[in-house]
C-alpha cells in the first residue's frame, strides 16, 4: 500500500493506491484542515438592566471580545451619536468589559453610539480588531441635563439626567438640602416636593427604591411609613402640603404626615397589592388612580376636591390624576381634562378650553390654586390662579414638541423642554425660579 498526500486550499488530499491480483486500485480521501480563524470581533450591546431606563445616567453597555485584547481603555472607545459626551469609563478584564457613560455636556441631548474602530486593539495572538458592530435598538437617546422637574411651596428640584436630584429656592427648613443618598449620579429615580406657603419638604426615591425626605419635619412627614425604608420597597412617592403618600412596589398606597382631615386613612381598596397606579397627595385630601383605570379621592371635602366625578370614578375611565389645594383633575383615556373642586374656596374648578375635548391631553399636574396640563403636540397650557403669572406660559412652550412634562407649584411653575433643559415661570419670593447654570 501506497500514501500520497498533498494541501490543497485548505484541504488534504490523501491518496491509497493498494495492490492485489487483480490490479491496483486507487482510493482518494479528502480531509478537511481545521485551523484556528484569525478573526477578531468586537460586539457591543446595552447591558439589560438599563433597558427599562435607557434615557438615565449612567448608562452602561456591554462589550463582548472574541478573543481577549490585550489592553482595553477609555482611549479606545469613540461615540459617534449626536450626544455630547462629557464622562465615561471602561472596566472589565478577558473578553468582557462595559462602557458606562456617566455624564453629557450640559444642553446636549441626543443619540449615544459607543464604537471601537477597527485596527484599534490586539489580541494575543497580534490580530487586530474589526469594527464594532451594535444593534440599532441599543442606540439610547437622552432628553439632555433634566429628565424631570417637581415644583413645590418654597422651592423647585429636580432629577437630573445623571440620575442625582438637584434643589434650589427656599431652604429655612432644609428642603433643599439634598441629602448625600440622593445628590451623586446614579443614585435617584424620582423625587416630589410640597409643603405650606412657608415651610417647605422634599422626598426622593433611591435608584434601589427607597423613599427619602427631608425638610420640615413639624408632623413627622419626613419619616416615611417604615416599609417604604428599605430598599426595592418604592414604586413612587408624592409630596402634599403637610403629608405624603407613596404607591409601595407591591402596588398599594400609603401615606404619613399630618394626619388632618383624615387624609392618612387610606381606602381598603387602595391597601391591596396592585391595586394602584399612581397617587398624588394635595393640599389636605389625595387622590390615586387605581389599576383599574378609575379614580379614588379621601381627606378634606370642604371645597368638593374628593367628590370624584362620574366620568372618572369607574374603571378603564382615567389615565391620570392630580392634585392641588382645594382642587383636583384627571385625565379621562379619550384625552380630555376633567377637575372638581373649588380652588379659589368658591367657584368651581373650570378646564381651559385646550383640554377639554377628546385627544388633547397627555397628563395634567396641579399647583396650590392653579392647573396645567401637558396636551397630545407637547405643549403645555395652565389656567386658574394667575396671581403670580404661575399660569402665564412663556410664548416658546406654548409651541408642538416644545415640552417634556410640567409641574404646578404653589405660586410658580416649571417645565422640561424638549432639549432637557428647565423653564420656571411666576412667584420668585424663594429663588425658586433661580435655575442652576447648566439646567
Not at 453610539?113 to 480588531?129: E, F, M, Q, R, Y
Amino acid at each position: 500500500m501506497k500514501l500520497i498526500s498533498s494541501l490543497f486550499l485548505g484541504i488534504i488530499i490523501t491518496t491509497v493506491t493498494s495492490c492485489n491480483p487483480m490490479g491496483s486500485e486507487s482510493l482518494i480521501k479528502f480531509e478537511e484542515v481545521i485551523t484556528e480563524s484569525d478573526t477578531f470581533s468586537v460586539s457591543i450591546s446595552l447591558t439589560t438592566s438599563e433597558k427599562n431606563h435607557p434615557k438615565k445616567l449612567p448608562i452602561t453597555y456591554d462589550v463582548s471580545f472574541s478573543k481577549a485584547p490585550t489592553s482595553f481603555i477609555n482611549t479606545d472607545v469613540t461615540f459617534n451619536g449626536t450626544a455630547n459626551i462629557s464622562d465615561y469609563t471602561v472596566s472589565g478584564s478577558g473578553t468582557s468589559y462595559q462602557i458606562s457613560v456617566t455624564g453629557i455636556t450640559s444642553g446636549s441631548p441626543g443619540t449615544i453610539i459607543p464604537s471601537v474602530a477597527a485596527n484599534t486593539l490586539s489580541d494575543t495572538d497580534g490580530n487586530s480588531n474589526e469594527l464594532s458592530t451594535i444593534a440599532a435598538s441599543d442606540t439610547v437617546t437622552t432628553n439632555g441635563p433634566v429628565l424631570a422637574v417637581s415644583s413645590g411651596n418654597t422651592n423647585t428640584c429636580a432629577l437630573l439626567a445623571t440620575g442625582a436630584i438637584s434643589c434650589w429656592g427656599g431652604n429655612a427648613d432644609g428642603e433643599s438640602t439634598v441629602p448625600a443618598q440622593l445628590d451623586s449620579a446614579g443614585e435617584a429615580s424620582q423625587v416630589s416636593n410640597g409643603g405650606t406657603s412657608t415651610t417647605g419638604f422634599s422626598c426622593g426615591v433611591t435608584n434601589l427604591g427607597k423613599t427619602l425626605c427631608w425638610g420640615d419635619s413639624t408632623d413627622s412627614q419626613t419619616t416615611p411609613t417604615v416599609s417604604l425604608q428599605s430598599d426595592g420597597s418604592t414604586s413612587m412617592v408624592s409630596v402634599g402640603m403637610g403629608h405624603a403618600c407613596a404607591v409601595t412596589s407591591q402596588g398599594q398606597t400609603t401615606c404619613w404626615g399630618n394626619s388632618g382631615w383624615s387624609k392618612l386613612t387610606i381606602p381598603a381598596s387602595l391597601q391591596v397589592n396592585n391595586s394602584t397606579s399612581s397617587v398624588s397627595a394635595g393640599g389636605n385630601h389625595s387622590c390615586a388612580l387605581k389599576t383599574d383605570g378609575s379614580v379614588l379621592c379621601w381627606g378634606q371635602n370642604t371645597f368638593l376636591q374628593t367628590s370624584v366625578p362620574s366620568d372618572v370614578d369607574s374603571a378603564g375611565e382615567a389615565i391620570a390624576v392630580s392634585t392641588g389645594s382645594r382642587h383636583s383633575c384627571a385625565v379621562k383615556t379619550d384625552g380630555s381634562v376633567v377637575c372638581w373642586g373649588r380652588p379659589d374656596g368658591t367657584n368651581n374648578a373650570t378646564v381651559d378650553t385646550d383640554v377639554d375635548t377628546a385627544g388633547e391631553a397627555s397628563n395634567v399636574d396641579l399647583g396650590g390654586l392653579h392647573s396645567c396640563s401637558l396636551k397630545a403636540n407637547s405643549s403645555i397650557v395652565c389656567w386658574e390662579d394667575d396671581s403670580n403669572n404661575q399660569s402665564t406660559v412663556p410664548a416658546s412652550l406654548t409651541n408642538a414638541n416644545s415640552v417634556l412634562s410640567v409641574s404646578g407649584g404653589d405660586q410658580h411653575t416649571c417645565a422640561v423642554e424638549s432639549d432637557g433643559t428647565l423653564n420656571c415661570f411666576g412667584s420668585n419670593i424663594n429663588g425658586q425660579l433661580n435655575i442652576p447654570a447648566g439646567l
